[in-house]
């Protein structure tokens, strides 16, 4: 199971700092994801973070939000963040949290077997 919290609304410029608890799964087995549905429904890869390659693993990003965002993991914890900055109104969307089982870093989103409800993040 996995539960996104930390979205809302913010001004353009703006932070917010994302959260996905898992359970139920062990955890370093899985490459984590960040994803959003804009308004109109597109739909757009984030962010990855691949737990190869040591420390806290291997981050990848989509390149609307590279240098903005920064995606990270907690195995101890069990949780996957996404500090969001200098965030835009084109930023809008339902972010979804996801996870894949797989064994090399990749935001296809067909390779995502797990997703969370999903978090609204509003940027005015």
């Known amino acids: 199971q996995l539960v996104e919290s930390g979205g809302g609304s913010v001004q353009a410029g703006g932070s917010l700092n994302l959260s996905c608890a898992a359970s139920?799964?062990?955890?370093?087995?899985?490459?984590m994801g960040w994803f959003r549905r804009h308004p109109g429904n597109a739909s757009e890869s984030v962010a990855g973070v691949y737990n190869g390659g040591g420390g806290g693993g291997t981050s990848y990003y989509a390149d609307s939000v590279k240098g903005r965002f920064t995606i990270s993991r907690d195995n101890a914890k069990n949780t996957v963040y996404l500090q969001m900055n200098s965030l835009r109104p084109e930023d809008t969307a339902m972010y979804y949290c996801?996870?894949?089982?797989?064994?090399?870093?990749?935001?296809?989103?067909?390779?995502?077997?797990?997703w969370g409800p999903g978090t609204q993040v509003t940027v005015s």
């Open positions: 996801a996870a894949a089982r797989i064994g090399f870093p990749s935001l296809a989103r067909y390779l995502y077997n797990y």
């Open positions: 139920g799964m062990t955890f370093t087995y899985f490459c």
